[in-house]
């Protein structure tokens, strides 16, 4: 039998085939000319112009917005959801008006806006005096109220501006959008503006690299992009399949940003919204799981924290509910599955207390539908909710009542649009408890299919966010869903892409998606890492995971009977997919920062397409396999499968865009301007092409195993100074309440810049009141071997190595890198500071060691459990459950060892530890280990992996004696990059050794 999913995924196919259809057949309408302006007067910094009977407004908002209001015999309609009501724009008070002449004309430091009189035209002009739009006689604005269809615009465009934005494409499109807007594979070079489906998204919206972009308040419409022209028309909502709620008869509101990309986007939020800072949990790694139980979730969380991969966030699909079992069970924890859930949490074995031990998020899923009998095939008796639904008068209209895929009774969907509707969802989810039981966030699926408009996710979020704000005040909001329209972002509302299938030609096309929705407006963005259907390569879920790591959300998800978790995939997946999630840790600061710019300033979030940055270069104008992940990093993840067959290749064909560069894992230094041929490593799936700007100052930390719970005292601040001054930025705050929005923050600004004979450095000040865990930096100032550090005009003291820099109060020491010199600098965090470094020294180093510090331990995981149920849809035979005491720890009950300890309690299998290094070159490397063996007569064996592939067999003979330590060199097969070497006891081992650090060269055997 046929679910609902697939039947509503074929329903909405045909919608879209047909609305295609409709747009093909329809011609894109010529708006009646507007006629003379008979009066123009100044107004609020703007303009009032009567046209006949109508009334057009002209404000601008800022130096680089625009904002036109048409009002048919002068009448307002409401405004929709796209624009934010409590949106206050900086307006520009030096803008000049000028209404004297037969042009009229406005001034801003941004742009210059000409009216004609006779008839009304508009031109619009860059700060330079280019045009960018203008009307002839045949372009103009246009309201009907009798005939919505023609309510729009259009003006005449440089032939040469490339645009972007209006729509993304369903997961599963057969005619996939590409980036660019040019009319290319659409009827009459029409884009439907719609939120679609499963991934997709919409908004009113379009930009150029020309210099502008335009928004219009409506709920759909077109686009026409044609070879000389744009514009605008609501079109016949008759023809649209996919539903409309927002008319506005009688206006047209329309946007006009003039300025950089970084400009356009940052008046579409002030326009539409700009989104509220997420919980720091959220920035961590997300696993979704359909399929679970308490057993299940606690043996996923606990085999998470014996491999010591990060984590913060675990999603449950339907198993979390109670749905269907009883009334309002769609809200209501399962008792059977989840018994723990209900416990109160003055029970230590509450869910709400052992997912805190384990430091780990519950999120759950959520539905727009709920069951309105209990009886298989019958609408009688009704739930309690059903009959509560029926009586406010909140089932989406038309909709008749359906089989539930996953239930298999009766449902109906409610509507969202309705306040009421909002008001009682909410109401039903607080008082049955989920969150007071720990569910702190919301997966919301499924409102796109049918009839239910481009807002229904939009108004299903908005009834959680503002309850959650009225009753969690004191805490952020997070969701995520599966389709965007633009003013969504405003609640906490992150999107991910469908039920993607798996491979590498989903993934390739993924790259796309997410370009293509950050282009709408829409930062946050995220994917099912693996695909949602199929079994995936290790090879292919390796390198998603990469890709996944320089997104906006770093989250898996699949369907039911698959997993995701790294351990499922073999070694060398495993081991590559924790260092790709350690190495997202690491940068949380990095982001953290750029998200609260975003959500506070900006509106651009951490992935920017290329464009962003380089809209004059036409060699970026299509990329979408590249992105910048934030300000200073360059992303070419390898998303094709490597090898030397059909469709394959060992090199990864990439763009530098001008500028200067360094391989982040190999340490070249590049200049760009040029496509490059990226050479991969033929045995290792560690290669992710990553490059640093030139310049860049890079916030960073050493891995924790979850976010939220984190209290670092130092961070490092990684500066790439370059000969033009370049910024970046420290911040933190408290992570979960919005007092971020109060002041209660710690924000630094940090500027760099490199000089002849040295660099500086200068911090300012803390501006905020929030008193952060991070008491002191260490500046890693790369490219200087420096001879003397000056902070604040004061000699800083030198020091032995780093970690003597680690314990001391400040100081200074010089280092290599795989890049090359660097001087790591110790200060004091919140206060202003200048840092001059001087002078170069000599530096030889011919091993990099890594001690106890460095190492990712880990233990092993036990028997297999299988679920205790009945049910054989939730049957599991993986892994899970270690005992955290099984793991190695670092110790320092005997001498000698080099640092902060060493590593003892490798005594059972699946006990290691990891060390990540980065080379420039592949080759042989005599790598040496420091060990001790007490045990007499006796000689103790571990495997040795490179890359999570085994390398061979560690013999360590005995010492006789714990304080007595021995180097044992092997040699390594390391690539150029990215590397792990992972000690681990398996069941051929005997383990039961102490390690005390691992000794690498930077250059391999000739």
């Given at each position: 039998?046929?679910?609902?999913?697939?039947?509503?995924?074929?329903?909405?196919?045909?919608?879209?085939?047909?609305?295609?259809?409709?747009?093909?057949?329809?011609?894109?309408?010529?708006?009646?000319?507007?006629?003379?302006?008979?009066?123009?007067?100044?107004?609020?910094?703007?303009?009032?112009?009567?046209?006949?009977?109508?009334?057009?407004?002209?404000?601008?908002?800022s130096?680089?917005?625009?904002?036109?209001?048409?009002?048919?015999?002068?009448?307002?309609?409401?405004?929709t959801?796209?624009?934010?009501?409590?949106?206050?724009?900086?307006?520009?008070?030096?803008?000049?008006?000028?209404?004297?002449?037969?042009?009229?004309?406005?001034?801003?430091?941004?742009?210059?806006?000409?009216?004609?009189?006779?008839?009304c035209?508009?031109?619009?002009?860059?700060?330079?005096?280019?045009?960018?739009?203008?009307?002839?006689?045949?372009?103009?604005?246009?309201?009907?109220?009798?005939?919505?269809?023609?309510?729009?615009?259009?003006?005449?465009?440089?032939?040469?501006?490339?645009?972007?934005?209006?729509r993304?494409?369903?997961c599963?499109?057969?005619?996939?959008?590409?980036?660019?807007?040019?009319?290319?594979?659409?009827?009459?070079?029409?884009?439907?503006?719609?939120?679609?489906?499963?991934?997709?998204?919409?908004?009113?919206f379009?930009?150029?690299?020309?210099?502008?972009?335009?928004?219009?308040?409506?709920?759909?419409?077109?686009?026409?992009?044609?070879?000389?022209?744009?514009?605008?028309?609501?079109?016949?909502?008759?023809?649209?399949?996919?539903g409309?709620?927002?008319?506005?008869?009688?206006?047209?509101?329309?946007?006009?940003?003039?300025?950089?990309p970084?400009?356009?986007?940052?008046?579409?939020a002030?326009?539409?919204?700009?989104?509220?800072?997420?919980?720091?949990?959220?920035?961590?790694?997300?696993?979704?799981?359909?399929?679970?139980?308490?057993?299940?979730l606690?043996?996923?969380?606990?085999?998470?924290r014996?491999?010591d991969?990060?984590?913060?966030?675990?999603?449950?699909?339907?198993?979390?509910?109670?749905?269907?079992?009883?009334?309002?069970?769609?809200?209501?924890?399962?008792?059977?599955?989840?018994?723990?859930?209900?416990?109160?949490?003055?029970?230590?074995?509450?869910?709400i207390n052992?997912?805190?031990?384990?430091?780990?998020?519950?999120?759950?899923?959520?539905?727009?539908?709920?069951?309105?009998?209990?009886?298989?095939?019958?609408?009688?008796?009704?739930?309690?909710?059903?009959?509560?639904?029926?009586?406010?008068?909140?089932y989406?209209p038309?909709?008749?009542?359906?089989?539930?895929?996953?239930?298999?009774?009766?449902?109906?969907?409610?509507?969202?649009?309705?306040?009421i509707?909002?008001?009682?969802?909410?109401h039903?989810?607080?008082?049955?408890?989920?969150?007071?039981?720990?569910?702190?966030?919301?997966?919301?699926?499924?409102?796109?299919?049918?009839?239910?408009?481009?807002?229904?996710?939009?108004?299903?979020?908005?009834?959680?966010?503002?309850?959650?704000?009225?009753?969690?005040?004191?805490?952020?909001?997070?969701?995520?869903?599966?389709?965007?329209?633009?003013?969504s972002?405003?609640?906490?509302?992150a999107?991910?892409?469908?039920?993607?299938?798996?491979?590498?030609?989903?993934?390739?096309?993924?790259?796309?998606?997410?370009?293509?929705?950050?282009?709408?407006?829409?930062?946050?963005?995220?994917?099912d890492?693996?695909?949602?259907?199929?079994?995936?390569?290790?090879?292919?879920?390796?390198?998603?995971?990469?890709?996944?790591?320089?997104?906006?959300?770093?989250?898996?998800?699949?369907?039911?009977?698959?997993?995701?978790?790294?351990?499922?995939?073999?070694?060398?997946?495993?081991?590559?997919?924790?260092?790709?999630?350690?190495?997202?840790?690491?940068?949380?600061?990095?982001?953290?920062a750029?998200?609260?710019?975003?959500?506070?300033?900006?509106?651009?979030g951490?992935?920017?397409?290329?464009?962003?940055?380089?809209p004059?270069?036409?060699?970026?104008?299509?990329?979408?396999?590249?992105?910048?992940?934030?300000?200073?990093?360059?992303?070419?993840?390898?998303?094709?499968?490597?090898?030397?067959?059909?469709?394959?290749?060992?090199?990864?064909?990439l763009?530098?865009?001008?500028?200067?560069?360094?391989?982040?894992?190999?340490?070249?230094?590049?200049?760009?301007?040029?496509?490059?041929?990226?050479?991969?490593?033929?045995?290792s799936?560690?290669?992710?092409?990553?490059?640093?700007?030139?310049?860049?100052?890079?916030?960073?930390?050493?891995?924790?195993?979850?976010?939220?719970?984190?209290?670092?005292?130092?961070?490092?601040?990684?500066?790439?100074?370059?000969?033009?001054?370049?910024?970046?930025?420290?911040?933190?705050?408290?992570?979960?309440?919005?007092?971020?929005?109060?002041?209660?923050?710690?924000?630094?600004?940090i500027?760099?810049?490199?000089?002849?004979?040295?660099?500086?450095?200068?911090?300012?000040a803390?501006?905020?009141?929030?008193?952060?865990?991070?008491?002191?930096?260490?500046?890693?100032?790369?490219?200087?071997?420096?001879?003397?550090?000056?902070?604040?005009?004061?000699?800083?003291?030198?020091?032995?190595?780093?970690?003597?820099?680690?314990?001391?109060?400040?100081?200074?020491?010089?280092?290599?890198?795989?890049?090359?010199?660097?001087?790591?600098?110790?200060?004091?965090?919140?206060?202003?500071?200048?840092?001059?470094?001087?002078?170069?020294?000599?530096?030889?180093?011919?091993?990099?060691?890594?001690?106890?510090?460095?190492?990712?331990?880990?233990?092993?995981?036990?028997?297999?459990?299988?679920?205790?149920?009945?049910n054989?849809?939730?049957?599991?035979?993986?892994?899970?459950?270690?005992?955290?005491?099984?793991?190695?720890?670092?110790?320092?009950?005997?001498?000698?060892?080099?640092?902060?300890?060493?590593?003892?309690?490798?005594?059972?299998?699946?006990?290691?530890a990891?060390?990540?290094?980065?080379?420039?070159?592949a080759?042989?490397?005599?790598?040496?280990f420091?060990?001790?063996?007490?045990?007499?007569?006796?000689?103790?064996?571990?495997?040795?992996?490179?890359?999570?592939?085994?390398?061979?067999?560690?013999?360590?003979?005995?010492?006789?004696?714990?304080?007595?330590?021995?180097?044992?060199?092997?040699?390594?097969?390391?690539?150029?990059?990215?590397?792990?070497?992972?000690?681990?006891?398996?069941?051929?081992n005997t383990?039961?050794?102490?390690?005390?650090?691992?000794?690498?060269?930077?250059?391999?055997?000739?």
């Amino acid at each position: 039998m046929q679910d609902r999913r697939n039947f509503l995924k074929m329903s909405a196919i045909a919608a879209l085939t047909t609305a295609v259809s409709a747009q093909a057949n329809a011609d894109n309408p010529t708006p009646p000319s507007l006629g003379a302006v008979s009066s123009a007067a100044t107004e609020a910094g703007g303009l009032k112009l009567a046209i006949g009977n109508d009334v057009l407004r002209v404000q601008p908002l800022s130096p680089h917005m625009l904002r036109l209001d048409l009002l048919a015999d002068g009448k307002s309609d409401p405004h929709t959801p796209v624009l934010d009501p409590k949106a206050v724009f900086p307006g520009d008070p030096a803008a000049k008006v000028d209404t004297t002449g037969d042009v009229i004309r406005m001034v801003t430091s941004g742009f210059a806006l000409h009216i004609s009189r006779n008839p009304c035209r508009l031109t619009i002009l860059d700060s330079h005096g280019h045009v960018l739009l203008q009307q002839t006689a045949t372009e103009s604005l246009h309201v009907d109220p009798k005939d919505q269809a023609q309510t729009g615009f259009s003006f005449r465009r440089n032939s040469h501006a490339k645009f972007y934005g209006i729509r993304n494409s369903a997961c599963w499109s057969k005619n996939i959008l590409p980036v660019l807007r040019d009319g290319a594979g659409v009827a009459n070079d029409t884009y439907k503006v719609e939120a679609s489906v499963e991934g997709g998204g919409g908004a009113p919206f379009t930009w150029t690299t020309d210099g502008y972009g335009i928004l219009v308040d409506s709920d759909g419409g077109y686009f026409h992009i044609g070879a000389n022209d744009i514009g605008f028309y609501y079109g016949d909502p008759k023809a649209d399949n996919y539903g409309r709620n927002y008319f506005r008869p009688n206006s047209l509101t329309v946007f006009i940003f003039v300025g950089s990309p970084y400009d356009i986007f940052q008046g579409l939020a002030l326009a539409s919204g700009k989104m509220p800072l997420f919980p720091k949990w959220a920035y961590g790694f997300t696993n979704s799981q359909w399929g679970t139980n308490q057993e299940l979730l606690r043996g996923y969380l606990e085999t998470y924290r014996a491999l010591d991969i990060p984590i913060d966030n675990f999603t449950l699909d339907f198993d979390w509910k109670d749905w269907g079992a009883s009334h309002y069970g769609e809200f209501r924890w399962n008792p059977v599955k989840y018994s723990q859930a209900l416990y109160t949490p003055d029970n230590p074995d509450a869910l709400i207390n052992w997912t805190r031990e384990l430091e780990c998020k519950i999120t759950g899923i959520m539905k727009p539908r709920i069951i309105i009998s209990t009886v298989k095939g019958k609408i009688a008796p009704m739930t309690t909710q059903g009959a509560t639904a029926k009586k406010l008068d909140i089932y989406l209209p038309g909709e008749k009542p359906f089989a539930d895929y996953f239930s298999h009774l009766m449902s109906l969907d409610v509507d969202f649009y309705k306040p009421i509707c909002r008001q009682w969802y909410w109401h039903a989810t607080w008082t049955h408890q989920c969150m007071q039981h720990g569910i702190v966030g919301f997966w919301n699926d499924e409102a796109d299919y049918g009839n239910m408009g481009n807002f229904e996710f939009l108004h299903m979020q908005q009834a959680l966010y503002d309850g959650q704000r009225q009753d969690r005040p004191r805490n952020r909001v997070w969701s995520i869903n599966r389709n965007f329209y633009l003013g969504s972002q405003r609640y906490a509302y992150a999107t991910w892409s469908g039920d993607i299938n798996t491979g590498f030609e989903v993934m390739r096309l993924q790259t796309l998606a997410m370009i293509n929705t950050i282009n709408l407006g829409q930062m946050r963005w995220a994917q099912d890492t693996g695909g949602f259907n199929g079994h995936p390569t290790p090879e292919c879920y390796t390198r998603w995971f990469q890709f996944t790591a320089v997104c906006p959300t770093l989250r898996t998800h699949c369907t039911l009977g698959e997993r995701r978790q790294p351990w499922v995939f073999g070694d060398q997946a495993c081991e590559t997919v924790k260092q790709a999630i350690r190495q997202r840790y690491s940068w949380f600061f990095y982001v953290y920062a750029l998200e609260h710019a975003a959500c506070t300033q900006t509106g651009v979030g951490i992935v920017r397409p290329l464009t962003f940055d380089y809209p004059k270069d036409p060699n970026v104008a299509a990329i979408t396999d590249q992105w910048m992940f934030g300000p200073s990093m360059m992303a070419a993840p390898v998303v094709e499968k490597m090898g030397s067959g059909k469709d394959e290749s060992t090199t990864r064909r990439l763009y530098l865009p001008p500028g200067d560069w360094i391989d982040y894992f190999r340490g070249d230094r590049l200049i760009g301007g040029k496509w490059i041929h990226y050479q991969l490593n033929q045995d290792s799936w560690m290669d992710w092409p990553l490059f640093i700007r030139n310049g860049a100052i890079i916030p960073a930390a050493d891995p924790v195993k979850a976010i939220h719970t984190a209290k670092p005292e130092m961070i490092y601040l990684d500066i790439y100074p370059a000969a033009q001054q370049s910024q970046g930025e420290f911040y933190d705050d408290d992570g979960d309440s919005y007092d971020y929005q109060h002041g209660q923050f710690h924000r630094q600004a940090i500027t760099a810049q490199s000089h002849h004979d040295g660099a500086d450095v200068h911090l300012a000040a803390n501006t905020g009141a929030y008193s952060s865990t991070v008491k002191h930096f260490v500046l890693r100032v790369h490219g200087h071997a420096a001879g003397t550090v000056m902070v604040n005009g004061q000699a800083l003291k030198a020091v032995e190595n780093r970690y003597a820099l680690s314990h001391a109060a400040g100081g200074w020491h010089t280092d290599v890198d795989v890049i090359g010199p660097v001087t790591l600098i110790k200060i004091p965090a919140g206060q202003k500071v200048t840092v001059h470094l001087r002078g170069t020294q000599s530096i030889r180093k011919e091993m990099e060691i890594l001690d106890s510090q460095d190492a990712s331990i880990f233990g092993p995981t036990p028997p297999t459990v299988p679920l205790k149920t009945s049910n054989p849809m939730y049957s599991d035979t993986h892994l899970f459950g270690p005992s955290p005491s099984l793991r190695p720890a670092i110790m320092t009950n005997h001498t000698g060892y080099t640092a902060g300890g060493f590593i003892a309690g490798f005594a059972s299998m699946g006990t290691g530890a990891s060390y990540y290094l980065r080379r420039h070159a592949a080759g042989r490397y005599r790598v040496v280990f420091r060990v001790a063996n007490a045990d007499l007569n006796t000689i103790k064996t571990m495997n040795v992996y490179v890359n999570g592939i085994m390398a061979g067999e560690l013999s360590i003979p005995s010492t006789a004696s714990w304080d007595t330590w021995q180097n044992i060199a092997m040699y390594l097969p390391l690539a150029a990059g990215n590397n792990t070497i992972m000690l681990r006891c398996d069941d051929n081992n005997t383990g039961k050794i102490n390690l005390d650090s691992v000794s690498v060269p930077y250059k391999p055997l000739m």
